[in-house]
């Protein structure tokens, strides 16, 4: 039985180098515990200091004095560029080089420090150090450090005015009707764009840096009453557990937390939009917010997710079940497309109509390729224009999809290369993809096309069944954070009230209760209040 | 031991590169629309004597003619490059799986039958009880043949069906089957399908098949063919048809000829619904059949004395209609009855649902029983409309 | 709280899944030539025998259901080891074993055959067999939860199809067709409920299933809705098979559903031939048979070796199936094996084992309770 006893061992855990073990979480918090003290020396600190931003040019060393007779020295750092000038001038050296010389020297000799960080600086963010590395890092994070003389304390003031752009509309979702409010670079901004939905102190916010180099604040925003306090945890802990040396972008995030690394599907939504953001805390999921990037995370993900947009609530139903019922079938369409050409034609034409039989037939007949290998290239000039139209931006890159496309597609039925049929059958495959409102997912389909062309190639309709179950086991094997990928479809006796938001969108009336995907606490959204014949509210406590 | 398992896989996924053995493109196939059995006659169309050694020697021997009937793709759609619609090939073998491999030899497309509309079967062939059982039993059997086809009995040659070029449908096959299939074409042919006949043939042998005869440069599909016993005994012309159609319940419109006024009126029905009734009496089965109808009047007498709108006429012109038309059906029943003695109406299959036990009694002699069986018909005609004047 | 706690996977599904995975095994099996064997037999009073059979399936669902759920938690490897000792356990379950892949391989050649008919004229069966079993392997190598999941969702894909062309059929039927009714000849039922009963075999492993169950003690109400809904669906389609073909060319057929997919003509003509979309239809429920099929043969060959990984016998049962399915020559002897196989490990997996389990598992819990009220 030596060859079972592998398969009796549970399962063995992941190793990723990209996580940390217990051993190197360990090995952290020693090296955090050699610190650099600073000195009661100015001078020492301040060669420190120098020393570590050696050859940082852009770093701001501002000495000065203070007090009456000009005894006490300070140093301010900051990075020109990521600190606000105003501030400091204003609020620090202003009120140090100038009011201070109002307090009885005596006093400022014995409670400088006190002084100057309680009585003086009249800045709202401020607070001790103790490490000159943590110092630096506030330093690198734009704010500024106070050196004082005689003490071994450092003043970090927050000063954080880094160059951004302004709130402008997010211009990877546009909406008909909605805010046009879209996330910007700066993390605190972007909490609070979110904060502004949400007036509500349960609206909890947990900071973190990762990245060993980066520093990239993360903050994890969720509604503590409404989320599932396992999946917060689980989220929290997960990203605890990242250890790369730097955080670009929240896609970065999103790859190291994932449970499936190699889906090709999205396991997690990205939104610029901070109207989509708090409409996911309200029903219970959480949302990360990464410095540096508009794309925020909201996990976990269902596919019903990718299929929605912010438009869908604040528009009618009627029309928001049929752009669904639309998506639906685009979702087909772009998988199915060419394949179901290329089965038809290759392989099965007594599935057509007699009529459509002999007009295909007639116009494939001077086509020197069989029908997969014109659908290949079809396919492979689509994502070649669509490449190039990405990468030029603006009107060239417009003009370039629409000239290629038109062109390319008339010549080549012109010259007899490709059948006409299979044109539109590709433009049609292509424009149905953009319907999708999520570019991941659909770029999921986009890879997939392929993998179906293959098999319908060669086993016709039979290997496009295939392809399907294929895929669709893999969906309904996907899980986000533990919460299954096709909810609702596949657990209909827990979340049967789910079904009013997917392909047909119930009124806003209709739906009562918070979608249950992720088992919350808090299920109820919509109460309506009665009136009994009087007039009077039913749920009005009468006056006694 | 995880990728051992996946090259594995992968490793069995390479055959599916080895080949894709059934594609064939779409603009390879001839779509045979319709295909004609005729009988061989070895002494009629003899063939080069030492060709036909070979054959004989080791093939089958050979009984039929099979013409085929395909729409030719360049002449259709925008380019089209050729000015012949069709295209027709037969050839002469045994059965018509040898005809499309002999015909491999001489066209370089492959055949396909699940866009054939029509199969066309010779009167000669018709009259040969084990061809005709034959051919039903491949036409069930077939997987391509789609059991919507129409079946028809030519009278005459099949060939000579399939040579006829129609100039708004050359293509034989959609010619019939749009023939057949429009919507108010007066019921002078059966629109039964193979389907149909099937469920008919498989229960007796007797059935009524719709037939088609070829004129000059025109095809026409009018009469039906009776058979009994897998074998064509006779025919019945357009206006028996319409009758015998009365009888099945499968009339849609229908036109009646009545002699009113010294002279002939057409009046068309447009609703009809037939009610088949079997009863037992003294011991011998009666049948009887309860027509309603309901039509309207297509054309009077311009300034007539007893005009249309008089209560009168009208209901002399229902008695007309209903004394016709019985008078037609009886007729009819007549001759299938007693002259071809076959029960190609349905009868036992009625029987045998609705009565069960009396089948039980009958089965065994049917033949002999349905000879004698009495008939009634009651016709009732109503007028509803007579068009635009008075 | 407790639903809370079972946050993430955990290995169990709900009562609607089991009953749905234990429909969808039966459904493959059976529905392709029941109402052909049905008129051959028995003629239009064929439906008769179906709801016999389909009221005598009742019978081991119950009993496989209620013993189920009095061992709760425990699955079927452990009950019958505490009922009849561990090796009789092991012959018994290698009997079932057997009995699910001489099922397995029924239905998987008799798929081949059909897609090598309808779809794929000159494909090799040998490829069209593996193509399907390596699919197999690959869904059931993701265990419980995404085979019941995938059986969930695949169901409205299944149902709306056939529910709209049975719409597109109904002008078409001649519904007189079905008559006579009541004309019944009770020795002939008597003598085709063994044939017909075979159509309903696959419930037997819902002895598997139930063990998956979340709450085995309401999951008798949906097994037996599902008996109940399947009994339908025969009839169903033996009726409309009879309205279209009549008696003697219903007998005549030997896949009368396909046939009948010949015969649906949308009336526009657009959709001339939906025989593409009945094939689509039929590799589902076929997959979904094999599927539920290799499953469990996957997990108790995985108990009975004590292994907690039971996803690693999946690839080696492949060749198994495959060899088997190759077995019989041609089609008329795929029918002789299988009603040799039914006959045999049929009737042993699915009435005497479930019975005999049932019935010692209640004389055990009353003499136990018998020994406590001695003991109190």
């Known amino acids: 039985m030596g060859l079972f006893n592998r398969f009796s061992k549970k399962k063995v855990g992941e190793k990723d180098s990209m996580k940390k073990e217990k051993s190197d979480i360990e090995k952290e918090k020693n090296n955090a515990e050699k610190k650099i003290s600073p000195s009661k020396c100015l001078e020492e600190n301040l060669k420190c200091m120098k020393e570590i931003f050696k050859d940082c040019e852009d770093v701001i060393f501002r000495d000065f004095k203070v007090g009456e007779r000009q005894s006490e020295e300070f140093v301010a750092i900051q990075i020109d560029g990521l600190a606000s000038k105003d501030i400091i001038n204003d609020y620090v050296l202003e009120p140090l080089m100038l009011e201070v010389r109002k307090i009885e020297p005596e006093d400022v000799k014995k409670k400088l420090f006190k002084i100057t960080k309680e009585g003086v600086i009249s800045t709202i963010e401020i607070k001790e150090v103790y490490d000159l590395q943590e110092a630096v890092v506030n330093i690198l994070s734009g704010e500024t450090a106070l050196l004082v003389n005689g003490y071994d304390k450092i003043l970090i003031i927050g000063s954080k005015g880094p160059p951004t752009r302004g709130v402008s509309q997010a211009e990877s979702e546009t909406v008909v009707r909605g805010p046009r409010d879209g996330f910007v670079e700066v993390s605190r901004f972007n909490s609070a764009l979110i904060r502004r939905r949400i007036r509500d102190p349960k609206l909890k916010l947990r900071n973190m840096q990762v990245g060993e180099r980066s520093k990239t604040d993360i903050a994890v925003l969720y509604i503590e009453d409404i989320a599932n306090p396992h999946l917060v945890k689980d989220i929290i802990r997960k990203i605890e557990k990242i250890k790369i040396d730097a955080i670009l972008e929240s896609s970065y995030i999103e790859q190291l937390i994932e449970d499936n690394h190699f889906s090709p599907f999205p396991q997690m939504q990205n939104t610029e939009r901070p109207d989509a953001a708090a409409s996911a805390l309200y029903e219970g999921r959480v949302v990360i917010i990464v410095d540096n990037t508009p794309f925020c995370i909201i996990a976990p993900a269902t596919m019903m997710t990718f299929l929605q947009s912010s438009e869908d609530f604040y528009q009618r139903w009627a029309i928001v079940s049929l752009s669904r019922m639309i998506r639906y079938l685009a979702i087909l369409i772009s998988l199915l497309g060419p394949s179901l050409y290329i089965a038809i034609v290759s392989y099965h034409p007594g599935l057509l109509p007699t009529r459509l039989a002999l007009y295909i037939g007639a116009s494939r007949i001077n086509v020197p390729f069989p029908a997969f290998i014109e659908a290949f290239i079809m396919e492979i000039t689509i994502e070649l224009l669509r490449e190039a139209g990405s990468r030029m931006s603006g009107p060239i890159g417009t003009t370039i999809s629409i000239v290629g496309g038109l062109v390319i597609g008339q010549a080549a039925v012109e010259a007899g290369i490709v059948s006409p049929l299979m044109v539109i059958v590709v433009a049609v495959t292509a424009i149905a993809s953009f319907m999708i409102p999520n570019y991941g997912f659909a770029s999921a389909f986009r890879i997939l096309r392929f993998v179906v062309m293959v098999l319908a190639s060669v086993l016709g309709l039979y290997g496009i069944m295939l392809g399907l179950i294929i895929i669709t086991t893999h969906l309904v094997k996907l899980t986000s954070f533990g919460v299954p990928y096709m909810t609702p479809f596949t657990t209909l006796g827990r979340t049967i009230s789910d079904l009013k938001d997917t392909v047909i969108k119930m009124p806003l009336i209709v739906m009562r209760e918070r979608q249950k995907l992720t088992r919350l606490q808090d299920k109820i959204r919509l109460s309506l209040e009665e009136e009994n014949g009087n007039g009077d509210d039913k749920n009005v406590r009468k006056k006694q | ?390 | 709280m407790e639903m809370i706690k079972m946050y993430g996977k955990n290995n169990k599904i709900s009562n609607l899944q089991v009953a749905f995975l234990m429909g969808h095994t039966i459904i493959g099996v059976g529905i392709l030539s029941l109402p052909s064997t049905l008129a051959e037999v028995l003629g239009t009073s064929g439906w008769v025998a179906v709801v016999i059979a389909g009221a005598i399936a009742i019978i081991p669902v119950t009993m496989i259901s209620k013993l189920m759920a009095m061992y709760e938690g425990k699955n079927i490897f452990e009950i019958s080891s505490h009922i009849i000792g561990r090796p009789l356990t092991y012959v018994a379950l290698t009997l079932v074993i057997i009995d699910a892949l001489g099922q397995g391989a029924f239905v998987t050649r008799i798929f081949g055959e059909v897609i090598k008919m309808f779809l794929l004229f000159s494909t090799p069966l040998e490829v069209i067999l593996l193509t399907m079993l390596l699919t197999v392997v690959y869904t059931v190598r993701s265990e419980v939860e995404g085979v019941a999941r995938f059986s969930m969702i695949v169901i409205p894909f299944i149902v709306i199809p056939i529910l709209i062309m049975s719409t597109v059929l109904i002008p078409d039927l001649d519904f007189t067709n079905l008559l006579p009714i009541f004309k019944v000849n009770p020795v002939q039922i008597f003598n085709s409920i063994p044939s017909i009963f075979f159509s309903f075999g696959g419930i037997e492993l819902l002895l598997i299933y139930m063990y998956y169950s979340k709450n085995p003690k309401s999951a008798l109400k949906y097994n037996i809705g599902v008996v109940i809904a399947v009994t339908v669906l025969y009839l169903f389609s033996f009726f409309i098979s009879l309205a279209r073909f009549g008696e003697k060319g219903l007998a005549a057929q030997l896949w009368p559903l396909l046939s009948l997919s010949k015969a649906i003509q949308f009336p526009s003509a657009f959709i001339e031939n939906v025989e593409g979309i009945i094939m689509a239809i039929w590799v589902i429920i076929a997959f979904t048979t094999l599927m539920s099929t290799m499953f469990s043969m996957t997990v108790l060959l995985g108990k009975m070796c004590k292994v907690e990984e039971s996803k690693y016998f999946t690839l080696p049962l492949l060749p198994l199936i495959y060899f088997l399915s190759l077995i019989p020559g041609n089609v008329v002897l795929i029918y002789d094996f299988i009603q040799v196989f039914t006959y045999i490990f049929g009737t042993f997996a699915l009435l005497l084992y479930p019975t005999v389990l049932y019935t010692l598992a209640v004389l055990k819990r009353k003499g136990e309770a018998k020994k406590n009220e001695n003991t109190v």
């Open chain 2, 1 to 390: 031991m995880k990728t051992q398992y996946r090259l594995f896989i992968i490793l069995c996924l390479s055959i599916l590169l080895t080949g894709c053995w059934d594609l064939i493109e779409i603009n390879q196939y001839f779509f045979i629309s319709a295909i004609g059995i005729d009988m061989y006659k070895k002494e009629e169309n003899p063939i080069e004597e030492d060709e036909k050694e070979e054959i004989n020697k080791i093939a089958q021997e050979d009984r039929f003619i099979i013409t085929y009937s395909t729409p030719d793709l360049r002449a259709v759609g925008k380019n089209a490059t050729s000015d012949e619609p069709r295209i027709i090939m037969s050839s002469i073998s045994s059965n018509f799986y040898e005809t499309t491999k002999e015909l491999a030899t001489r066209t370089n497309r492959n055949f396909t039958f699940t866009h054939t509309k029509v199969v066309i079967i010779g009167e000669e062939v018709a009259k040969n009880q084990n061809y005709m059982k034959e051919i039903f039993d491949n036409m069930g059997r077939h997987e391509q043949l789609s059991r919507k086809t129409s079946v028809l009995i030519a009278k005459g040659e099949a060939k000579e069906v399939m040579k006829i070029e129609d100039p708004f449908e050359p293509v034989t096959g959609y010619l019939v089957n749009q023939i057949t299939e429009k919507k108010q074409g007066g019921a002078r042919y059966s629109d039964m399908v193979l389907e149909e006949i099937l469920t008919e043939l498989y229960f007796n042998g007797d059935v009524l098949m719709p037939r088609i005869v070829p004129g000059k440069g025109e095809i026409k599909v009018a009469g039906t063919g009776i058979i009994k016993d897998f074998r064509l005994i006779g025919w019945l012309g357009e206006i028996e048809t319409i009758a015998a159609m009365f009888l099945l319940d499968r009339v849609n419109t229908a036109l009646i000829n009545i002699k009113y006024l010294d002279t002939i009126l057409p009046y068309i029905i447009t609703n009809t619904k037939t009610k088949t009734h079997l009863a037992v009496e003294e011991g011998k089965i009666k049948y009887i059949a309860n027509i309603d109808t309901e039509g309207y009047m297509q054309q009077y007498i311009l300034d007539a004395e007893d005009k249309l709108t008089d209560q009168r006429s009208i209901t002399a012109i229902e008695k007309q209609v209903k004394d016709t038309l019985e008078k037609q059906i009886k007729a009819t029943f007549n001759k299938l009855q007693k002259e071809f003695k076959v029960d190609a109406l349905g009868l036992g299959r009625h029987i045998r649902k609705f009565k069960p036990d009396l089948w039980d009694e009958v089965e065994d002699n049917w033949d002999d029983i349905f000879e004698n069986i009495e008939f009634e018909v009651n016709v009732d005609a109503r007028l509803r409309r007579i068009g635009m004047t008075k």
